[in-house]
Nanobody
Framework: QQQLVESGGGLVQVGGSLRLSCAAS????????IGWFRQRPGQERAFVAAITWTSVAKNYADAVKGRFTISRDNAKKTAYLQMNDLKHEDTAVYYC???????????????????WGQGTQVTVSS
């Protein structure tokens, strides 16, 4: 069964950078859209970014546009989220997810994603 494992989270100062990774355990990853979501304490999970399997289409939440970059390496079955100029409000648990049904859409809707990782904590401090 497909599994996703996030890594790369941690503690960083305001204005700093982190790169999150999402590693898949099975080959079908390379044909599916991958999304990143985040959840702050007491809030619902929110869309961050998504990328189609060909990397042709990418989608970003307004809050991260221009600061975050999503990418993927299908040969390594890994997706990435490069986060620059981090702000306090970026503090959250970050999840990657895989959409098994629509490889051509970089969808924002969490309900469209079928497989989820366990999450990685990102904390931005002063």
């Amino acid at each position: 069964q497909q599994q996703l494992v996030e890594s790369g989270g941690g503690l960083v100062q305001v204005g700093g950078s982190l790169r999150l990774s999402c590693a898949a355990s099975a080959p079908p990853f390379i044909r599916h859209t991958i999304g990143w979501f985040r959840q702050r304490p007491g809030q619902e999970r929110a869309f961050v970014a998504a990328i189609t399997w060909t990397s042709v289409a990418k989608n970003y939440a307004d809050a991260v546009k221009g600061r975050f970059t999503i990418s993927r390496d299908n040969a390594k079955k890994t997706a990435y989220l490069q986060m620059n100029d981090l702000k306090h409000e970026d503090t959250a648990v970050y999840y990657c997810a895989e959409d098994l049904d629509d490889p051509g859409l970089a969808t924002r809707a969490s309900i469209s994603y079928d497989i989820w990782g366990q999450g990685t904590q990102v904390t931005v401090s002063s």
